[in-house]
């Protein structure tokens, strides 16, 4: 590929690409291609828009949020995993996503499979907790696929709620609710009550009102809410925030059972979490200093 070129994917709904730089903002309709500076517009042909429906080549002087991914094999039509590994689970293919005239994401793609786990890290503002939430079906991208098992999570998101066990920022607990009645409001058919008080070392606390727990107890009962969801992916957004050396540890042994089952984590992190074998994906945010000759080989 040319240096200072690469393939920007195509917002559907508006049938055209979107374009942020310091100093400008450009809409430019499928079929079009730009090139320069000066916004000279040469339409295609007929032949070549129906062959490459998605993408049109744009001329930037910098990419805007440059993505670094610790696998050689991460996008959707790359294979990822182990050579004899079975087929994906949850894949995403060229995702962006903007907050009003902020891109946030700027095609990611990921490729996960049953008991893998990924670590998503970056500085503040990044978009981390924003790509968890796309994740969870919370949140549409402006562009690009997700996929569970070859469908969409968008066409049934009911059915992908039910495989999802997420944890914010928030611990979501009602305070006037004790810590066993908090868990009993998301145990699902088949979870047992008394294995995920053991797992988070609750017991003590299960009659407990929410409201006298500490930070960290309340990061447990949330924890405990995850494994009670009987959900195969986890999405957790610093999950060892406020837990002591102790509680890291009970963390650990929860995930890892987890994958063992042949569940999937993404987890956010600034610290380092008791995770073996993961991927890692870097969002390096909007003000990276990078310059773009270092991310030319991902859209080769």
């Known amino acids: 590929m040319r240096s200072g070129h690469r393939c920007v994917p195509y917002c559907s709904a508006r049938r055209c690409v979107r374009v942020r730089s310091s100093d400008n903002r450009l809409d430019i309709p499928l079929g ?9 517009h040469k339409r295609g042909s007929d032949h070549e828009r129906a062959s490459t429906p998605a993408f049109c080549v744009i001329t930037v002087t ?24 079975p087929a994906p689970l949850l894949v995403a293919d060229s995702l962006c996503v903007f907050r009003g005239d902020r891109l946030v994401l700027d095609g990611v793609s ?14 503040n503002g990044a978009g981390k907790s924003t790509l968890l939430r796309v994740l969870a079906g919370l949140r549409k991208p402006d562009s690009g696929q997700l996929t569970w098992q070859e469908q969409s999570i968008f066409a049934d998101p009911a059915a992908h709620a039910e495989r999802v066990a997420y944890i914010g920022h928030q611990d979501a607990l009602k305070p006037g ?7 009993h ?11 995920a008080l053991e797992a988070m070392d609750l017991r003590p606390l299960a009659d407990l009102p929410a409201r006298l727990l500490s930070a960290g107890q309340k990061r447990r ?31 650990g ?36 200093p990078r310059p773009i000759s270092l991310y030319e080989g991902e859209y080769a």
């Not at 079009?32 to 000279?40: A, C, Q, Y």
């Not at 409001?185 to 294995?195: E, N, Q």
């Not at 008791?274 to 969002?283: K, S």
Request: aromatic share 2%.
């Open 253 to 288: 042994n929860a995930m890892a059972a987890h994958r063992a089952r042949g569940g999937v984590i993404i987890a956010t992190t600034h610290v380092p979490l008791p995770l073996d074998n993961t991927c890692a994906l870097d969002l390096p945010g909007a003000a990276d």
């Open 177 to 183: 609710l004790s810590v066993r009645e908090n868990l």
């Open 32 to 40: 079009l291609e730009h090139t320069g500076t000066d916004k000279r």
């Open 110 to 123: 990921l490729c996960l499979r049953a008991g893998d786990a990924m670590l998503l890290t970056g500085p």
């Open 221 to 251: 009962t949330a924890l405990a809410r995850v494994l009670l969801a009987q959900a195969p992916l986890w999405l957790l957004d610093e999950p060892s925030l406020g837990l002591d050396s102790a509680a890291i540890t009970l963390l």
């Open 62 to 85: 910098k990419r805007r949020s440059p993505i670094s991914v610790s696998h050689s094999n991460t996008r959707a039509d790359a294979p990822c995993g182990p050579a004899a590994a």
């Open 185 to 195: 409001l998301f145990t699902r058919p088949g979870a047992s009550m008394a294995d």
